[in-house]
């Protein structure tokens, strides 16, 4: 079982900044890979980012292209996202989640094992 943690989200005006974090624990070791999702009241969780845990590439929706930046530590278990330029339609509850089993494909929601409980982005114009 692996367990992850969100932090970092928060209320922030259009073209700021945000950092989220996630501290994964537990198996670690299987994740093979990491992503941030993200989703609205209404709409299907879609995702933002993803990466291999083990490094190699990544992914990134066309919304968020050139604005925000996945990337992990290993060492410390941790995954980020960088977020910049954000806009108000970045406004979202944040989840990272991890998937231990390979896959080669650009993961959805559902290909995914782990979740955590999401951290709450707001943008106001």
């Known amino acids: 079982q692996v367990q992850l943690v969100e932090s970092g989200g928060g209320l922030v005006q259009a073209g700021g900044s945000l950092r989220l974090s996630c501290a994964a624990s537990?198996?670690?070791?299987?994740?093979?890979?990491m992503g941030w999702f993200r989703q609205v009241p209404g709409k299907e969780r879609e995702l933002v980012a993803s990466i291999r845990y083990s490094g190699g590439p990544t992914y990134y929706a066309d919304s968020v292209k050139g604005r925000f930046t996945i990337s992990k530590d290993n060492a410390n278990n941790a995954l980020y996202l960088q977020m910049n330029s954000l806009k108000p339609e970045d406004t979202a509850v944040y989840y990272c989640a991890g998937r231990s089993l390979i896959m080669f494909n650009t993961p959805r929601a559902a290909d995914m094992h782990y979740w955590g409980k999401g951290t709450e982005v707001t943008v106001s114009s």
């Open positions: 537990g198996r670690t070791v299987g994740l093979y890979t």
